[in-house]
């Protein structure tokens, strides 16, 4: 029986809790605002499309999908409106009144930009966005576990209101105790999003049908607070299983009813011309080592949102970043919700430039950024931090040939800690603050 651990996030969002490690793959205060904080804010796409028409994005480790998603999201957002008329500002107000059937202008661009993905005058202020039909965005998602990239677009991302008297469907008291807090949403989700992602799936995975423990999933009333039921519906009528046409052709027949009857309005217009632009979403369920030591793409960013390196470190690897750097353009990116000085060491060994990601919210660093191009470095690394890159914590993992399991890494790992003369970071961490 396929192991799944859902639970509410404080945005309302689905995070997912890990038994066998006893850990969680998405933080408490929210998976949907970890995914935009970490990995969309900071690579300011707004700049990127103001010089770029087209984007390429390596999504490694895509679990239920938020990253890339997030990315969708964001796009229609806050880029794509701008991108319908690239000389007239004016016009889109125009085209608002129009879109969203006299609803008035001023409700119209709320919705717009509830994100505070970037200024509302920086995003109305920008000429030089393309027509929609000349983007094109190319988004290739890497994981190994398909029952998990499947169940991706029927997780809800923007539950505004927890059932009554809600409890996990697992048992963890840190996690319980985490639903007593206020939940407070920072991003709004567009529910199309997911709808767009189902049907870029099912183009390539049409078995997802045939899947029974996907179904079982689905059916199973302890996670229906989880999933969005008109998606879900598909696997929940039995009347689809027994209907005389192929699965995929009656997934088609019933997207169009969930796309005219369930989708807001307002956004029906810019979600019919949004799924005829040139966007690909390439879903791949392999070892992302596998998969990139045969791929010729470069990428302009890659979001590296793999499980803690402490417990699975193949992907955290200073032979695994060397075959990032082979892949990522000149002016590209990595982002990672890492600190971890092993983890900043080894970009650094494999040639990459680092800087951290900063949370204004927070008032923290919450992140790492790796690059090519220096100058694409907000906040460089404190004394602090290169001190740390020079203790026993710096010690990095080692995969030479990218084959060998994470616990071969890990026994590895240790003896080469165990080896070392670098002093200890708990003897550094004391002598700074004796200093400092």
């Not at 206020?182 to 709004?188: I, M, N, Q, S, Y």
């Amino acid at each position: 029986m396929y192991e799944f651990y859902p639970y509410f996030t404080n945005d309302g969002s689905v995070g997912l809790y890990s038994e066998t490690d006893n850990d969680i793959y998405h933080s408490t205060y929210g998976a949907l605002s970890e995914a935009y904080e970490k990995f969309i804010l900071p690579a300011h796409f707004d700049k990127f499309f103001q010089k770029n028409s087209e984007i390429k994005i390596l999504d490694i480790c895509f679990g239920i999908g938020y990253n890339s998603k997030s990315f969708i999201n964001y796009f229609i957002k806050n880029l794509y409106n701008d991108a319908i008329d690239t000389n007239n500002i004016s016009s889109i107000t125009c085209n608002a009144q129009i879109d969203t059937d006299n609803t008035t202008v001023k409700t119209y661009n709320d919705t717009l930009y509830t994100d505070n993905a970037f200024s509302k005058n920086s995003a109305r202020s920008t000429e030089n966005y393309k027509n929609l039909e000349n983007f094109k965005i190319y988004i290739k998602a890497i994981d190994t576990d398909k029952i998990l990239a499947f169940l991706s677009p029927f997780i809800v991302c923007n539950k505004k209101k927890l059932p009554k008297n809600y409890k996990l469907p697992f048992k963890n008291e840190k996690i319980e105790r985490m639903l007593k807090k206020t939940t407070e949403r920072k991003f709004e989700f567009y529910d199309g999003v997911n709808l767009l992602f189902l049907e870029k799936i099912c183009e390539k995975y049409g078995e997802i049908f045939e899947n029974q423990e996907i179904a079982c999933i689905l059916r199973d009333k302890k996670y229906r607070d989880y999933f969005d039921p008109s998606i879900c519906r598909l696997f929940i009528l039995d009347k689809f299983s027994r209907c005389s046409y192929t699965p995929l052709r009656g997934f088609y027949a019933f997207l169009h009813n969930i796309y005219y009857l369930n989708i807001s309005k307002r956004y029906k217009k810019p979600l019919k011309r949004f799924k005829s632009a040139n966007f690909i979403f390439d879903l791949k369920i392999e070892d992302a080592r596998k998969e990139l030591v045969q791929d010729d793409n470069m990428y302009d960013f890659i979001f590296l949102d793999a499980f803690t390196p402490a417990k699975c470190p193949a992907l955290w690897t200073v032979d695994f970043f060397k075959l990032l750097f082979r892949h990522l353009n000149a002016d590209g990116m990595i982002l990672t919700y890492s600190n971890s000085a092993a983890v900043r060491n080894a970009f650094l060994n494999a040639g990459f430039f680092i800087g951290k990601i900063f949370n204004p919210d927070m008032n923290k660093f919450t992140g790492t950024i790796a690059v090519k191009n220096k100058s694409l470095i907000e906040h460089e690394l404190s004394e602090y931090d290169l001190g740390l890159l020079k203790t026993k914590a710096g010690i990095f993992y080692r995969d030479e040939n990218l084959t060998d399991l994470n616990e071969a890494i890990i026994k590895r790992h240790q003896i080469d800690i165990e080896s070392s003369n670098l002093i200890s970071s708990s003897k550094f961490i004391k002598d700074w603050n004796k200093q400092h």
